[in-house]
């Protein structure tokens, strides 16, 4: 409302400039209202920085700046009462040439908030663009003002200062508008308008005191400032534009410093031939001068920015490790020096590290914690290989060393080495975990002799190690090579889908009738060149294909249909199968479930679903309904390897589980010496868990001496090796006695 007030007014105003005469001139309109309603523009701008917020500190320094041009017009109306002529130089010049150094102050403020932060080299392009302005007003203009008013050398200085500080607010604010690019906002812009209607006041203010003065010169100048200040006033009220990080952001141009370093060569070139000031050609050299530093610090700056893309080419973000390019130049150079030796080839040694595990921290506890157990092994990598060699990451979780010089027994060391920090437990947010690794080595020259089959060579291998759940391997002509090597993915999906796969049962003893009353049903692929392949040999290769539904579909009817039959005999048994986190939080599952009960005529109690603490993290509130449906169908839910994970009994109080079974960690620190500690904490588990109405089972018995332990604490089932080991169905003994007369004692 204000404004709209004092732009009424100035409307007003202006119209009567030019509707009178050259001779009337009133001094308490063209000086005191003039200068009353500068005033109130000028406070109005200094009132919007009254608020301690970003950004303020510009319409304050503004309001200042415009201050002292007010105050101006107040001292210059003051001198001029009576039809006296001020001095010149006068007090007003004073304030008037204050404005200056504060409007640039602000401007650059202005220009700061709306980049966000000007370099040096921006400094300098104001700088440069000052100087050479200076210098060309110097050169050509400081003699003729000094000759046309007549007046002493500082009237003439003063006078010169006008232009020169008009001509650099001109190139600060045309080059801001270039610098902002598009980004400029409504504010920035009607304040570079009020800049540059005092560009043209002064321009005509100029004019008039050489004697060139003419009716619409006097005119414009007139209101020029009162139009400035009140265009400059209303625009730090106006909104701020947001930004958008989505746009392309421009370079800001170096053409106006340029034009400025050309008029000051220019100005010291024409000096050798017509007589110069002095102070143009000292402005001049100090334009040129302040050119070759920005182009030092341009240059060095890219330098600098050329050294940071290109580590940043060449470096994965996450790890701080090398990349897949750095992989790529690394091996490039060495196949190349290669190609050109004729005898006694360099060896190498290329290990593919693909971490075990990985997806269960991603799924349990996000994909920050992941990209934070990444973040530490890093670090671990670099330490593990030292100097030897160089550590990539290629991507996700798979990570590759490059040995120069190295055989396999180098290879075999730094491979141990990198099982032993991986295999520390990461701190993930205040919880431990623990992921392994699967390593395959190829050799050059002996496997490969370009990087496409080094690393084909690697990744097969690697392959097998996690398939056989072996730390590492070596890359085999005989396994891995040739036209005939399995591809195992796809024949998995075609055993799948045929159903190429058989059950072996671990039987589960009670501890306290000695009977057998449980099995574990435990998957087995019989595969033509592998043989009888175990479940973590394959299974973590049926998760990344997305098989696991069908392959637990197959185990469940497999399982219940033995379970059916063994009941139709008279041999009441309970089995137990495990479900992945995944299948367990599918919305078919408990119709599976249910529908193989009705199909097999089999009570809930004949089946126990075995799932993993990571399964109740990674979905609690869909596990906890899905265990519930279980329990109100009469199965039993049991939490395996129970203590592994990174749950705790607190979990279960809201969970409807029936069983816990202990992993066998627990149970083979109980062999070793000072397990004080592990026996009490098995203990206290075990009695938790019965305070809770849980089942106890302990897996993992290699012996007689463990066997009677975990009797005496209370536990109630038990299985492992020394009991028995998994069998197919037609060979599988229910005799305990016999079972455990039968079985080997020896350990996984």
Avoid at 107 to 128: F, Y
Avoid at 206 to 221: I, M, P
Avoid at 588 to 596: H, Y
Wanted: aromatic share 8%; with cysteine; proline share 4%.
């Amino acid at each position: 409302m204000l404004y709209a007030v004092l732009g009424a007014l100035l409307v007003a105003y202006i119209i009567s400039v030019f509707a009178r005469t050259a001779a009337q001139s009133w001094t308490w309109l063209d000086g005191w209202s003039v200068a009353s309603l500068e005033l109130v523009a000028v406070a109005l701008c200094v009132y919007k920085g009254r608020v301690k917020r970003p950004g303020r500190s510009v319409p304050l320094v503004l309001g200042l700046g415009l201050l002292c041009w007010t105050l101006g017009d107040f001292v210059l109306t003051y001198e001029s009462l009576g039809g006296k002529t001020p001095a010149s130089p006068s007090g007003a010049d004073v304030l008037y040439l204050l404005f200056y150094p504060l409007a640039y102050v602000a401007v650059v403020k202005s220009l700061q908030r709306a980049l966000g932060r000007l370099a040096r080299p921006n400094w300098l392009d104001g700088v440069v663009a000052g100087l050479g302005a200076a210098a060309l007003c110097a050169a050509f203009a400081f003699h003729s003002i000094h000759h046309l008013t007549g007046g002493t050398t500082l009237s003439a200085a003063v006078n010169l200062a006008y232009p020169v500080g008009d001509l650099l607010m001109l190139l600060l604010v045309i080059g801001g508008t270039v610098l902002l690019a598009g980004r400029g906002s409504r504010q920035w812009y009607l304040q570079a308008a009020g800049l540059l209607v005092i560009v043209f006041g002064d321009t005509f203010n100029l004019v008039g005191s050489s004697g060139l003065a003419t009716r619409f010169g006097n005119d414009v100048n007139a209101f020029a400032w009162p139009t400035a200040i009140y265009l400059i006033s209303m625009s730090v009220w106006l909104p701020e534009r947001r930004l958008d990080p989505l746009r392309e952001q421009k370079v800001s141009s170096f053409f106006l410093p340029g034009v400025a370093a050309a008029a000051g060569l220019f100005i010291l070139v024409a000096g050798t031939i017509h007589s110069i000031s002095r102070v143009a050609l000292w402005l001049a050299v100090a334009t040129l001068l302040t050119v070759g530093v920005r182009l030092a610090i341009s240059a060095r700056s890219l330098r600098v920015l050329t050294e940071e893309r290109n580590r940043q080419a060449h470096t994965d973000e996450l790890t701080g490790l090398g990349n897949r390019r750095q992989l790529a130049l690394i091996l490039d150079l060495f196949f190349a020096e290669q190609a050109n030796v004729l005898s006694d080839p360099r060896e190498l040694a290329f290990l593919f590290v693909d971490l075990n595990h990985f997806k269960e921290i991603n799924d349990s506890f996000g994909h920050p914690a992941g990209d934070e157990l990444l973040r530490q092994i890093g670090p671990r990598l670099t330490k593990a290989v030292g100097s030897a060699g160089s550590v990539v990451r290629l991507g996700g979780d798979e990570l590759a060393v490059v040995l120069m010089d190295a055989d396999a027994d180098v290879a075999v060391k730094v491979a141990e080495r990198i099982i032993t920090e991986i295999g520390e437990p990461f701190l993930l947010n205040k919880i431990r975990a623990t992921v392994g690794a699967s390593i395959g080595i190829a050799l050059v020259p002996s496997n490969a002799t370009d990087p496409s089959g080094l690393l084909w060579c690697a990744d097969v291998a690697m392959y097998r190690a996690k398939l056989g759940n072996i730390p590492f391997v070596f890359y085999d002509q005989d396994i891995d090579g040739g036209e005939d090597q399995p591809n195992l993915l796809d024949e998995l999906r075609i055993a799948v889908k045929e159903g190429d796969f058989v059950l072996h049962y671990q039987p589960q003893l009670d501890l306290k009738t000695g009977q057998i009353l449980a099995v574990e049903a435990l998957i087995r692929w019989p595969h033509a060149k592998l043989g009888l392949v175990p479940p973590m040999k394959f299974l973590p290769l049926a998760e990344d294909a997305g098989l696991m539904w069908p392959l637990t579909t197959w185990v469940l009817n497999e399982a219940l249909a033995q379970c059916a039959a063994w009941r139709s005999s008279g041999r009441l048994l309970a089995v137990s199968v495990n479900v992945a986190t995944t299948d367990l939080l599918e919305a078919e599952f408990l119709d599976l479930v249910k529908g193989l009960l009705t199909r097999y005529n089999l009570p809930g109690e004949a089946v126990v679903i075995e799932i993993t603490e990571t399964t109740i993290i990674k979905d609690f509130l869909r596990a906890q309904s899905v265990i519930l449906g279980l329990r109100e169908l009469g199965v039993v839910v049991s939490i395996d390897d129970f203590g592994a994970g990174f749950t705790s009994l607190a979990y279960l109080s809201s969970l409807a589980v029936g069983e816990l079974k202990l992993d066998r960690a627990f149970i083979t620190a109980l062999n070793a010496e000072g397990r004080g500690r592990d026996l009490e904490l098995v203990r206290a588990t075990i009695n938790l868990g019965h305070e809770m109405g849980l089942r106890v089972v302990a897996e993992g018995i290699e012996d007689v001496e463990t066997l009677d332990l975990i009797g005496e604490l209370g536990c109630d089932l038990a299985q492992g090796y020394f009991i028995s080991r998994p069998s197919p169905a037609s060979r599988l003994s229910f005799n305990s006695s016999e079972v455990m007369a039968l079985a080997e004692p020896t350990t996984v």
